[in-house]
């Protein structure tokens, strides 16, 4: 697909540059018979070769325009291709960062779990048109989706409807994302005008009109500009306001044509949004002074739709909200329906009961990743050598859930759990700034988590617990935590390397031993990344320190 799209833009910038060149050619040869008549008297060739000229050269600009229009969405598709493979391969970064994605990026659940940023689940996810679209997935990912049981359904349903819409998306997108607080602020902040201003320039008008065929059509005339002039301060602002909204209005009424054609929305939705379109763009034609002057001459022309739109502003204020949440609705639909149709079309079983069962479960963002199957009923305590895979494996479950909560499809062969909420500490910052060391804010960190543990039953993830502190305490508060959090209702995963901890499955039913294996063959050391039952068995500090050149005592 892409190589196919890289061939037509090829194919399609060859055609641009020989319209450029076409124009150029047919502008030089113009002058040169203009010349040429000129010089051999034939003035009366003047008008045939002037209008033919002029057919020609709108007939170039009409193709060049819609090639270069063309051209633009294309090279929209072929990017958005491209995003579809590299997320697929787990190679995709999101190079660029709106306010909105640095905003909630160092939360705590998104740094655990790479939810938000460059590299994260919402590079891998978001196929938004709109920032506030945009923003509603963001919050989604972070806090979960209440409809997400109906999201299957609805997504195997549009199946079909996925390559119109994402023509569609396209289209839109080639001109940029859409940011609709301009036109919420314009609805509710702009200041009202005052009828007087829009009166009096009509009654000029009026008298201009009863004047015209009379000796005192001047004084007519004078009364109108006067009256205007006068009057123009006072809603020029207004004018001006709307005009900075034509781009946005002319990209959104084709998404609202789009959304009434595919039954989105009714034919009654947003009729003053739709009419609030129509006369920006009978204002926009004034955008040349001359064109200005003439049209208002004939007609009070920016008085009227400077009027309409300002009456239009309460109705516009009260749809606004609506509007605002059903493009919300479509982008965050879309962003899952894409997910679906190019990454995976697994849905979690979302279940009543608090179980968390997956097959051949493995993480979005890696390029090679390792699917492992595991059961979760009550606390698993996975131990294993460095760079075995625990870590990675906290934010595969985490990732997954994450998507289960939002309705969008999971990287597992099949997955079932609970709309469950997630209580992380897997990465955790000092703060020089507020005087709290690495323990303290884990410490913090830690006693959040048992006390939402056990109030209600949710999944919680913790890596290398209290690892920053001596052995005989870690392991002392180590034991309590994992021992008090058995008690509860909640079930979740804690890694260690702390090998004395693997004792407490003895002590309750509800702790369970699993670890991830490495070997070491001479100085190297290799790793099968399959989560097994029971502890582990092997350690690698020392051969990793040997491995990078640190003398170790015998």
């Given at each position: 697909?892409?190589?196919?799209?890289?061939?037509?833009?090829?194919?399609?910038?060859?055609?641009?540059?020989?319209?450029?060149?076409?124009?150029?050619?047919?502008f030089l040869l113009?002058?040169?018979?203009?010349?040429?008549?000129?010089?051999?008297?034939?003035?009366?060739?003047?008008?045939?070769?002037?209008?033919?000229?002029?057919?020609?050269?709108?007939?170039?600009?009409?193709?060049?325009?819609?090639?270069?229009?063309?051209?633009?969405?294309?090279?929209?598709?072929?990017?958005?291709?491209?995003?579809?493979?590299a997320?697929?391969?787990?190679?995709?970064?999101?190079?660029?960062?709106?306010?909105?994605?640095?905003?909630?990026?160092d939360?705590?659940?998104?740094?655990d779990?790479?939810?938000?940023?460059?590299k994260?689940?919402?590079?891998?996810?978001?196929?938004?048109?709109?920032?506030?679209g945009?923003?509603?997935?963001i919050?989604?990912?972070?806090?979960?989706?209440?409809?997400?049981?109906?999201?299957?359904?609805?997504?195997?349903?549009?199946?079909?409807?996925?390559f119109k819409?994402k023509?569609?998306?396209?289209?839109?997108k080639?001109?940029?994302?859409?940011?609709?607080?301009?036109?919420?602020?314009?609805?509710?902040?702009q200041?009202?005008?005052?009828?007087?201003?829009?009166?009096?320039?009509?009654?000029?008008?009026?008298?201009?009109?009863?004047?015209?065929?009379?000796?005192?059509?001047n004084?007519?005339?004078?009364?109108?500009?006067?009256?205007?002039?006068?009057?123009?301060?006072n809603?020029?602002s207004a004018?001006?306001?709307?005009?900075?909204?034509?781009a946005?209005?002319?990209?959104?009424k084709?998404?609202?044509r789009?959304?009434?054609?595919?039954?989105w929305?009714?034919?009654?939705?947003?009729?003053?949004?739709?009419?609030?379109?129509?006369?920006?763009?009978?204002?926009?034609?004034?955008a040349?002074?001359?064109?200005?002057?003439?049209?208002?001459?004939?007609?009070p022309w920016?008085?009227?739709?400077?009027?309409?739109?300002?009456?239009?502003?309460?109705?516009?204020?009260?749809?606004?909200?609506?509007?605002?949440?059903?493009?919300?609705d479509?982008?965050y639909?879309?962003?899952?329906?894409?997910l679906?149709?190019?990454?995976?079309?697994?849905?979690?079983?979302?279940?009543?009961?608090?179980?968390?069962?997956a097959?051949e479960?493995?993480?979005?963002?890696?390029?090679?990743?390792?699917?492992?199957?595991?059961?979760?009923?009550?606390?698993?305590?996975?131990?294993g050598?460095?760079?075995?895979?625990?870590?990675?494996?906290?934010?595969t479950i985490g990732?997954?859930?994450?998507?289960a909560?939002?309705?969008?499809?999971?990287?597992a062969?099949?997955?079932?759990?609970?709309?469950?909420?997630?209580?992380?500490?897997?990465?955790?910052?000092?703060?020089?700034?507020?005087?709290?060391?690495?323990?303290?804010?884990?410490?913090?960190?830690?006693?959040?988590?048992?006390?939402?543990?056990?109030?209600t039953?949710?999944?919680?993830?913790?890596?290398?617990i209290?690892r920053?502190?001596?052995?005989k305490?870690?392991?002392?508060?180590?034991?309590?935590?994992?021992l008090?959090l058995?008690?509860?209702?909640?079930i979740?995963?804690v890694?260690?390397?702390d090998?004395?901890l693997?004792?407490?499955?003895?002590?309750?039913?509800?702790?369970?031993?699993?670890?991830f294996?490495?070997e070491?063959r001479?100085?190297?050391?290799?790793?099968?990344?399959?989560?097994?039952?029971?502890?582990?068995?092997?350690?690698?500090?020392?051969?990793?320190?040997?491995?990078?050149?640190?003398?170790?005592?015998?």
């Open positions: 697909m892409v190589l196919r799209l890289e061939q037509k833009i090829s194919v399609l910038q060859q055609a641009i540059h020989r319209l450029q060149s076409y124009r150029l050619f047919s113009f002058l040169s018979l203009i010349l040429f008549f000129y010089f051999a008297k034939l003035e009366t060739l003047y008008l045939p070769l002037i209008l033919i000229f002029a057919f020609v050269f709108v007939y170039l600009l009409i193709r060049f325009r819609r090639a270069s229009s063309h051209l633009v969405s294309l090279q929209e598709l072929q990017a958005f291709e491209e995003r579809q493979v997320r697929k391969a787990g190679t995709y970064k999101l190079l660029e960062t709106s306010a909105y994605v640095e905003a909630f990026k939360s705590p659940l998104s740094r779990l790479d939810l938000i940023g460059e994260s689940l919402f590079s891998q996810i978001n196929e938004t048109l709109t920032h506030e945009e923003l509603y997935l919050e989604n990912i972070l806090n979960g989706n209440t409809s997400h049981a109906d999201f299957s359904k609805k997504i195997k349903d549009l199946k079909k409807q996925y819409d023509r569609h998306y396209i289209k839109l080639a001109g940029g994302s859409l940011l609709l607080e301009p036109l919420l602020k314009w609805a509710k902040n200041p009202p005008i005052h009828p007087a201003s829009f009166l009096s320039v009509y009654v000029g008008y009026v008298l201009f009109l009863a004047l015209l065929l009379t000796p005192y059509k004084m007519g005339l004078l009364i109108y500009l006067t009256s205007y002039i006068i009057s123009f301060s809603f020029h004018y001006s306001k709307a005009l900075e909204l034509e946005l209005l002319f990209s959104l084709k998404h609202l789009y959304l009434l054609k595919t039954d929305i009714s034919s009654k939705s947003f009729v003053s949004l739709r009419r609030v379109s129509t006369w920006v763009s009978f204002l926009s034609v004034q040349n002074p001359l064109v200005l002057v003439l049209l208002n001459l004939v007609f920016t008085a009227f739709f400077t009027h309409l739109l300002s009456r239009a502003q309460k109705s516009v204020a009260k749809e606004a909200p609506l509007l605002i949440q059903i493009l919300k479509w982008d639909l879309f962003s899952i329906r894409s679906y149709q190019y990454q995976t079309t697994t849905f979690a079983s979302m279940s009543e009961t608090h179980q968390w069962q097959k479960i493995f993480h979005p963002l890696l390029s090679n990743p390792k699917a492992n199957s595991f059961d979760l009923n009550s606390l698993a305590l996975i131990t050598s460095n760079m075995s895979g625990k870590s990675t494996f906290l934010r990732v997954n859930q994450v998507l909560n939002m309705g969008a499809p999971v990287f062969a099949s997955l079932t759990t609970w709309p469950a909420t997630i209580l992380s500490c897997i990465k955790v910052s000092d703060s020089i700034e507020n005087g709290i060391s690495y323990f303290y804010a884990e410490a913090l960190r830690l006693k959040a988590v048992l006390s939402k543990a056990n109030e039953p949710c999944l919680f993830l913790i890596d290398e209290f920053g502190t001596n052995n305490e870690r392991y002392i508060g180590a034991k309590s935590l994992i008090s058995s008690k509860g209702p909640s979740g995963i890694t260690t390397h090998l004395d693997v004792d407490l499955e003895t002590l309750t039913s509800r702790i369970k031993n699993y670890h294996h490495d070491v001479g100085k190297e050391l290799y790793f099968s990344f399959d989560l097994k039952e029971g502890p582990s068995k092997t350690t690698n500090a020392l051969q990793i320190l040997k491995n990078v050149g640190i003398p170790i005592l015998e």
